[in-house]
T-cell receptor, first 115, second 111 residues
Framework: ETGVTQTPRHLVMGMTNKKSLKCEQH?????MYWYKQSAKKPLELMFV???????ENNSVPSRFSPECPNSSHLFLHLHTLQPEDSALYLC??????????????FGNGTRLTVT | EDQVTQSPEALRLQEGESSSLNCSYT??????LFWYRQDPGKGPEFLFT???AGEEKEKERLKATLTKKESFLHITAPKPEDSATYLCAVQGSGANSKLTFGKGITLSVRP
């Protein structure tokens, strides 16, 4: 498989559940990102990992917890979410470190609904 | 703070009717301006990177241009399959600069 793959594609969870989103990149890139996409809003950067080290934590609530075990895999652990957290969560990767100016390659996202 | 404004918010064209999408930006030193295409239910797909004013890039019916204040995505003789949301983003040249996205332009091309 090529590119950036995300699982699951859709997720419905209650406010008291714990779930995880998974992302895998097959491009040999050095940086990985989590973005949140809500209707009528620009993409919001949540977390950035460069060479497996977290380099950005964009004032994200602690109910979102990222994990990057190696340069190809990225997880987003979710617990005690709120209905306003319902959105499309996108994973991306880039060849260079985040300030390097190389384009992002996105997965197709996980559509999350919090009930 | 870097800013990106895209206009119009939505655009409906007849097949074959050429038009342009606008991306206005303010950034302290431009490292790159990026255009992406996003289809419903999918992630954004990279189209172009522009690095300096005067630069142009083309791909099929799309042509991206760049000035010091804005970028245009020109669509020549569009087809229904060009219908998508087009995102613009800028990256500044500062050491801690982030990629700043616009809200996107939803293009609909009628057959």
């Amino acid at each position: 498989e090529t590119g950036v793959t995300q699982t699951p594609r859709h997720l419905v969870m209650g406010m008291t559940n714990k779930k995880s989103l998974k992302c895998e990149q097959h491009l040999g890139h050095n940086a990985m990102y989590w973005y949140k996409q809500s209707a009528k809003k620009p993409l919001e950067l949540m977390f950035v990992y460069s060479l497996e080290e977290r380099v950005e934590n964009n004032s994200v609530p602690s109910r979102f917890s990222p994990e990057c075990p190696n340069s190809s895999h990225l997880f987003l652990h979710l617990h005690t979410l709120q209905p306003e957290d319902s959105a499309l969560y996108l994973c991306a990767s880039s060849q260079e470190k985040p300030q390097g100016g190389s384009p992002l390659h996105f997965g197709n996202g996980t559509r999350l609904t919090v009930t | 703070e870097d800013q990106v404004t895209q206009s119009p918010e939505a655009l409906r064209l007849q097949e074959g009717e050429s038009s342009s999408l606008n991306c206005s930006y303010t950034v302290s030193g431009l490292r790159g301006l990026f255009w992406y295409r996003q289809d419903p239910g999918k992630g954004p797909e990279f189209l172009f990177t522009l690095y300096s004013a005067g630069e142009e890039k083309e791909k099929e019916r799309l042509k991206a241009t760049l000035t010091k204040k804005e970028s245009f995505l020109h669509i020549t003789a569009p087809k229904p399959e060009d219908s998508a949301t087009y995102l613009c983003a800028v990256q500044g040249s500062g050491a801690n600069s982030k990629l700043t996205f616009g809200k996107g332009i939803t293009l609909s091309v009628r057959p």
